[in-house]
């Protein structure tokens, strides 16, 4: 029988040498693909290792994205209380989670906000609040005087397709507003933003890709390219014919697809900090939109946590439900039986899969390294 302690040793002396001559993160990415790999031998290394909770505090929201639940039919009029809240970052501070990511809905809709922020600031964990940016420079005083460090702004569009999408004439000027003000006020040294840009048919073109960089340089802020979801249980799926919604990605689409992943390459080569996406994840867009749930790389979900706004929380944003904060506290729900159970399961697409955390499955996976890196 395989021992996980020996197989994690092994690994270690396997890349001691290196330790010599790469920096420390180099080498914690080559122990990462090295488990990686071994893990699709073996799922007995696979094992919860949560280093981020994604909270989302609110169903509540000022848009209606026309891909999007919240609002309406996800969770409808759900709130994580306060009291909760406080005693969930307590606990990600003793169990050595250190990441929190506060969004929703719309998370600045949430009265206390400030003090989720204050609270994990105050524990010493890295926080960032993700918004749709309405209300930013309105409350972004209070909360960066709370202790927020960082900020992330979805984004669906620009314009007339902003507006569309997001189903509210002149939104997209408010954003735009809302962001200058906030700019103005807060620099990047001093506050990081960035955007959430969802790549999605209908508002995704060629020149809509080069303006909507032109619009993350305009505010100095890095961007992200996020997929439009196929399997999230707050996104739209396949309507009751069986037709697909006009936000996916189908063959036909696969030359726009690619003039779009060239340019996001060019791009990333000409201005590297401009662009988070990794080169490899750049060069698999087209098969993650197009192959949707077809897509099988073994999943890294292992390593979150996803807290919905009534306070059920899963592994994922999709599945592997292990329990309610209004029925137990965090604390007695992680590293249990169902939480290593389900972190395996999640590994090997046990589930309705995915393009979550799609850049990081592509690097870590040895066959998507080799594919879509450039010969």
Known sequence: ??????????????????RLYAPAKAVKEQMRRAHFSLAQVTDKVVRPAPREVFLSLTANCNLRCGACCYGRD???????????????????KDLGIGNIRLYGGEPLLHRDLHKFVERTADRGLNMYVTTNGLLLDKKIDQLVDAGLKRVSVGLYGLGEDYDA????????????????ATRKRHGADKLPMSLDWLLMRGTSKPE????TLQFARDFDMQIYVNLIHYSLPYFVK???????????????DRPLLEEISGILL???????????????????IPDWLILKDQMRIPCTSYDMIWIGP??????????????????????????????????????????????CGYDKRVNLHRASREKYTPT
Not at 242 to 251: L, R, S, T
Request: net charge neutral; with cysteine.
């Open 310 to 355: 009534d306070g059920t929380v899963q592994l994922c944003f999709v599945t592997f439900n292990l329990g309610s904060l209004h029925k137990q506290r965090l604390s007695e729900m992680l590293f249990t039986d169902k939480h290593r159970r389900f972190s395996r399961d999640a590994f090997k697409l046990n589930c309705p899969n995915c393009n």
């Open 165 to 180: 999408y997001v189903q509210r004439r002149g939104s997209f000027e408010l954003v735009r507003n809302s962001l200058a």
């Open 208 to 211: 809509t890709v080069r303006d």
């Open 266 to 284: 060019e791009v990333k080569k000409r201005e590297p900090d401009l662009i988070r996406n990794t080169e490899r994840g750049i060069r698999s």
């Open 74 to 92: 996800f969770m409808h009029g759900h709130q994580l209380p306060w009291k909760i809240g406080a005693q969930l970052i307590d606990d990600c």
């Open 1 to 18: 029988m395989l021992n996980s302690n020996k197989i994690e040793t092994f690994i270690k002396n396997t890349l001691q040498e290196s």
């Open 238 to 252: 396949k309507d009751e014919s069986g037709d697909n919604q006009p936000f996916w990605f189908e063959e036909e």
